[in-house]
C-alpha cells in the first residue's frame, strides 16, 4: 500500500489510477442524471413520447451529462486528493499552545 508523500499529499501511483475510475464514474452518472433531467424537461414541455423510452431525445442529454461527469468528478476526486491536509493539533509536529 502506498504511503503518503512528504506533505501528507497522495502519491502519483495512487492519484491516477483514482482519477481513470472516477472518468468512468462520472461519465455514467453524469448521464443518468441528465437523462432524469430530460425526463423532465419532456414533461413540463408537454414533448411527444416516444414508445417504449422516456424521451425521444435521450442521448443528446446522455452525452453532455456524460461529459460533464467525465470531467467535474475526476478532477474534484484529484483536486482533494492533491490538497495539504489541515494541521492537526494533536500531531507531534505541530507547535504547542501555551496558556
Excluded: E
Amino acid at each position: 500500500m502506498a504511503t503518503p508523500t512528504k506533505g501528507g499529499r497522495a502519491p502519483l501511483s495512487r492519484i491516477i489510477p483514482i482519477g481513470c475510475f472516477m472518468t468512468v464514474i462520472g461519465a455514467f452518472s453524469g448521464g443518468m442524471v441528465a437523462v432524469l433531467i430530460s425526463m423532465g424537461v419532456a414533461k413540463v414541455t408537454a414533448a411527444p413520447a416516444c414508445d417504449g423510452i422516456p424521451t425521444c431525445n435521450w442521448h443528446y442529454y446522455w452525452g453532455v451529462g456524460a461529459l460533464l461527469g467525465a470531467l467535474s468528478l475526476p478532477w474534484l476526486v484529484v483536486s482533494a486528493l492533491r490538497a495539504a491536509p489541515p494541521a492537526d493539533a494533536a500531531s507531534p509536529d505541530s507547535p504547542q499552545q501555551t496558556r
